[in-house]
């Protein structure tokens, strides 16, 4: 086996009952949910585990997703299995620094329950995103650079999938001149807002007044930024990163390509749902890709990994 790497899915992929059976089976995981309700204030049993609208708000969605996420890494790291790199997409990126040892735990529930305020709050109306499925890079960049309005890249998902974002009319107009290029499919989105787009500009800004106490700590494994696609290295760079990530595109598929190249031959996607795993068959199909969202997933992916040593 060559390198591993945990990669941690974003906000879409929660749903009522993630991590429900680490919370009532595993002490440390009980231990890492309580530890974000408590910072957070924000009761995480009730949004993870009960039938609730919350789950789908972003300012809850955040910090729920990061609980599950970093209950799982403990775990793992309970078992003695760590990682040589890591990544996350969008909200994700925060379960990648903690992996990384740059970030403590208690310092990302803090600052991911602002950033999910500040999204939340930011969010302008006449904002909007797609999906644009089959097309290339090279020609959404062309279309969304020649349409009047704010319209970019939010996500660079995989080959054939790339999310569009900004001010719906620009949203529009871009589509259709995509349509026109000979794109057949560009689905509308249900989101609260253009996120990942210049709209949200003010909420990066707000995260970087949050991030000013934070204290980061020497990173231990390196990890991928939506920003640039590079690894980061050197935790002076890390809080600009981060406000710039809220309003830039998410180069998810560059990351992945990054760790690759790096000599990652196996991803570790923790937490909810398969969005990863699934990006991660039409990046690369010959790297292993293995998921643990439920604790049936945990123990089967332990022993994998402690056989594969």
Request: proline residues 3%; negative net charge.
């Amino acid at each position: 086996m060559g390198k591993i790497a945990f990669i941690f899915p974003g906000q879409g992929a929660q749903y009522v009952g993630m991590g429900r059976d680490f919370y009532e089976a595993v002490p440390v995981c009980r231990e890492v949910i309580d530890k974000a309700s408590e910072i957070s204030g924000v009761d995480l049993k009730e949004i993870c585990f009960q039938e609730n609208e919350k789950i789908n708000i972003t300012e809850y969605t955040q910090i729920a997703m990061l609980a599950v996420e970093a209950a799982i890494l403990k775990a793992l790291e309970e078992k003695g299995i760590m990682a040589d790199a890591a990544g996350g997409l969008s909200l994700g990126e925060y379960g990648a620094l903690i992996a990384s040892g740059a970030m403590s735990m208690e310092d990302a529930f803090a600052v991911v329950r602002k950033r999910g305020i500040y999204m939340q709050e930011a969010v302008p109306t006449g904002g909007a995103m797609s999906a644009v499925l089959g097309a290339e890079a090279a020609l959404i960049e062309e279309v969304c650079e020649k349409t009047e309005g704010i319209v970019s890249i939010a996500n660079y998902n995989c080959p054939g999938q790339i999310v569009i974002t900004g001010e719906a009319e620009a949203v529009e107009k871009a589509s259709e001149s995509l349509k026109e290029a000979g794109v057949k499919r560009i689905v509308p989105l249900k989101v609260s807002g253009p996120f990942h787009s210049k709209m949200l500009t003010g909420a990066g800004e707000k995260l970087g007044e949050a991030l000013k106490d934070v204290e980061l700590s020497q990173i231990r494994i390196p990890y991928t930024t939506n920003v640039t696609a590079e690894y980061v290295t050197d935790s002076s760079k890390i809080k600009e990163l981060l406000v710039a990530q809220v309003s830039s595109s998410v180069r998810w598929q560059q990351c992945v390509e990054t760790m690759i190249a790096d000599g990652v031959d196996t991803f570790v996607e923790i937490g909810p749902g398969k969005t990863l795993a699934g990006f991660m068959r039409k990046i690369n199909r010959t790297v292993t890709t293995l998921n643990i969202q439920t604790l049936e997933d945990f123990e089967k992916v332990t022993e994998e990994l402690k056989r594969a040593e």
